[in-house]
């Protein structure tokens, strides 16, 4: 059977179609849940970690072998104590306490880097002295304070009150409203203990770099929230890959 020249135009057109639509297509802005670049989403400085009660860190993290870990002296304000952050965080947060004073704020950091060991102590001192776990303090390994990216702020006169009226004072506010431009997330906000199953805590900042701290604030979400939206990204991104690998499976 012979088709016209018009007739094998239309074939080469429709089969043409046909291939097309059977390629794999990597759309990651059009199917991602986050519109935040994959380079970001892959996380090579770690500072998109979660940790928490599911997640914890080992004894002997952040490794202080690697440069991006080492840990850096605060010479902010201080409510007390000596204080030391990664460099990403400390940087972040020297320049998050400029704005802040540039409008007026006088800011404090209460807390910061944490050890491990630290973290046991306190963690079996509050369960000693309460005779359970009230949720104030986390257990070793679950504390963002380990991980070199987290700090409390306070101001002068909630130094050393962490109560949570903090969250409605001007720098409560000012926090909660500008800390997203440096980099931090206000990690456990009032209404989503059920999901961070820490109590609120308008003073604890959380560095995530820029681009997911704007995403979290703006959509009101928590690391947990943002982290399975991450890996279903993730995951969408290197779809055709997983695909493949799973059907060479036996
Ligand atoms: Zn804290």
Same mark, same amino acid.
């Given at each position: 059977?012979?088709?016209?020249?018009?007739?094998?135009?239309?074939?080469?057109?429709?089969?043409?179609?046909?291939?097309?639509?059977?390629?794999?297509?990597?759309?990651?802005?059009?199917?991602?849940?986050?519109?935040?670049?994959?380079?970001?989403?892959?996380?090579?400085?770690?500072?998109?970690?979660?940790?928490?009660?599911?997640?914890?860190?080992?004894?002997?993290?952040?490794?202080?072998?690697?440069?991006?870990?080492?840990?850096?002296?605060?010479?902010?304000?201080?409510?007390?104590?000596?204080?030391?952050?990664?460099?990403?965080?400390?940087?972040? +947060?020297?320049?998050?306490?400029?704005? =802040? $004073? @540039?409008?007026? /704020? *006088?800011?404090?950091?209460?807390?910061?880097?944490?050890?491990?060991?630290?973290?046991?102590?306190?963690?079996?001192?509050?369960?000693?002295?309460?005779?359970?776990?009230?949720?104030?303090?986390?257990?070793?390994?679950?504390?963002?304070?380990?991980?070199?990216?987290?700090?409390?702020?306070?101001?002068?006169?909630?130094?050393?009150?962490?109560?949570?009226?903090?969250?409605?004072?001007?720098?409560?506010?000012?926090?909660?409203?500008?800390?997203?431009?440096?980099?931090?997330?206000?990690?456990?906000?009032?209404?989503?203990?059920?999901?961070?199953?820490?109590?609120?805590?308008?003073?604890? +900042?959380?560095?995530?770099?820029?681009? =997911? $701290? @704007?995403?979290? /604030? *703006?959509?009101?979400?928590?690391?947990?929230?943002?982290?399975?939206?991450?890996?279903?990204?993730?995951?969408?991104?290197?779809?055709?890959?997983?695909?493949?690998?799973?059907?060479?499976?036996?």
């Amino acid at each position: 059977m012979k088709f016209s020249c018009k007739t094998q135009t239309v074939l080469w057109m429709v089969a043409v179609i046909f291939m097309i639509s059977g390629m794999p297509v990597r759309t990651l802005s059009q199917s991602s849940p986050l519109p935040i670049d994959i380079a970001i989403l892959e996380d090579p400085l770690d500072v998109l970690r979660l940790v928490n009660r599911d997640n914890l860190l080992d004894k002997d993290y952040p490794d202080q072998t690697i440069d991006m870990y080492k840990l850096e002296n605060v010479t902010l304000p201080v409510t007390k104590g000596s204080h030391q952050l990664r460099p990403v965080a400390n940087a972040a +947060l020297e320049e998050l306490f400029k704005a =802040a $004073a @540039a409008e007026g /704020m *006088e800011l404090y950091v209460g807390s910061s880097y944490r050890r491990y060991r630290n973290q046991e102590v306190i963690y079996y001192n509050r369960v000693k002295r309460m005779g359970y776990d009230d949720g104030y303090s986390q257990m070793a390994g679950a504390s963002e304070h380990q991980m070199g990216l987290a700090a409390d702020v306070v101001s002068a006169e909630y130094a050393d009150l962490f109560q949570t009226e903090f969250g409605e004072t001007p720098e409560g506010i000012w926090l909660r409203e500008n800390c997203a431009r440096f980099g931090f997330i206000i990690r456990y906000p009032e209404d989503k203990t059920d999901i961070t199953g820490v109590r609120y805590e308008p003073w604890h +900042l959380r560095y995530v770099g820029p681009e =997911a $701290a @704007a995403y979290i /604030m *703006e959509n009101d979400l928590t690391l947990e929230e943002f982290s399975a939206l991450r890996i279903i990204a993730l995951g969408e991104y290197y779809g055709d890959a997983l695909a493949l690998e799973d059907e060479s499976e036996p």
